[in-house]
């Protein structure tokens, strides 16, 4: 996440905050990100310098007036103003760490090699609850390199339970054995 990133990011989350929007604008975010994401020529089209910023600006408002806040609105208005629309993404996770430091919230990756049941996510979730005594917004992914087991990744710790990192373990200490 760049500077300007979490300055932008961090300003529009302290407005959000002093209005009691911050869970309605991150929502609204993560929608516009996800609308540049599925439409890239869009995103480029708002980028394009030989453009003039009045319309550019204007686009935006046609496409979404009556869709996001209005402090979303001008957030975007304001990046494609500057010309670091591109930098939305890197805003809206500024803003995410800020809503979830300002609500008690962790985020976590659990990482196994198969898809884990509803029940055995639900339960993990439950156990990190407990021992964080916070909230965990758990998100699980499936790379079947990991061969068995699970990692955890919890806001930038990793707990490497996995048996591609036991077998790691014991090739490195079978290669440090001299004979």
């Known amino acids: 996440m760049t500077e300007t990133a979490r300055m932008y990011g961090g300003s529009l989350y302290d407005l959000a905050a002093e209005e009691g929007l911050e869970a309605r604008i991150l929502g609204e975010l ?11 020529d869009y995103l ?5 310098p030989s453009i003039p910023k009045r319309e550019r600006c204007g686009l935006l408002d046609e496409a979404l007036r009556d869709q996001v806040h209005l402090y979303v609105l001008n957030f975007l208005k304001i990046l494609c103003e500057k010309g670091t629309l591109r930098e939305l993404s890197g805003c809206a ?4 760490v800020r809503y979830n430091q300002a609500h008690g919230i962790l985020e976590a990756t659990a990482t196994t090699a198969v898809a884990m ?4 996510a639900k339960s993990l979730h439950e156990k990190l609850e407990k021992l964080t005594g916070k909230t965990i917004d758990l998100k699980t992914k499936v790379d079947p390199a990991v061969l068995g087991g699970i990692r955890l990744d919890i806001e930038g710790t990793e ?15 079978i290669a440090s054995v001299t004979l």
């Open 117 to 120: 049941t509803e029940q055995q």
């Open 159 to 173: 707990l490497d339970g996995t048996v591609q990192n036991r077998l790691s373990a014991l090739r490195r200490d």
């Open 93 to 96: 996770r500024a803003y995410r």
């Open 30 to 40: 993560d929608e516009a990100v996800a609308l540049f994401k599925a439409n890239p």
């Open 44 to 48: 480029h089209l708002l980028s394009t």
